[in-house]
Nanobody, 122 residues
Framework: VQLQAFGGGLVQAGGSLRLSCTAS????????MGWFRRAPGKEREFVTS????????YYAESVKGRFTISRDNAKNTMYLQMDSLKPEDTAVYYC????????????????WGWGTQVTVSS
């Protein structure tokens, strides 16, 4: 599975962005999909994940209520709607495909995409 994330950019605090992650291959619907991020000088951290059907979603406390993960298996695409963005959300965002719920552990993911930069100005 090859993953590609896009949709990042520069936005003011309080604004919104929508990230997308497209996957190659026919087995996208089998995977738990997740978003992680890495801010400058910090460790990679879990943001959110979604199970194969979209019926279960998990969020980091720092983004709960502001970010929404979704997926469209027919389009082999996962989305991350980010609202009420804060400067501390600034990071490179990565999408990943794995096989284990809830998907908070990055070691449970088998495939990673190139990141997309999100910058939130104050």
């Amino acid at each position: 599975v090859q993953l590609q994330a896009f949709g990042g950019g520069l936005v003011q605090a309080g604004g919104s962005l929508r990230l997308s992650c497209t996957a190659s291959g026919r087995t996208f619907s089998r995977y738990v999909m997740g978003w992680f991020r890495r801010a400058p000088g910090k460790e990679r951290e879990f943001v959110t994940s979604i199970n194969w059907s979209g019926g279960s979603r998990y969020y980091a406390e720092s983004v709960k209520g502001r970010f929404t993960i979704s997926r469209d298996n027919a389009k082999n695409t996962m989305y991350l709607q980010m609202d009420s963005l804060k400067p501390e959300d600034t990071a490179v965002y990565y999408c990943a495909a794995g096989s284990t719920e809830p998907g908070r552990d990055p070691d449970s993911y088998h495939y990673w995409g190139w990141g997309t930069q999100v910058t939130v100005s104050s």
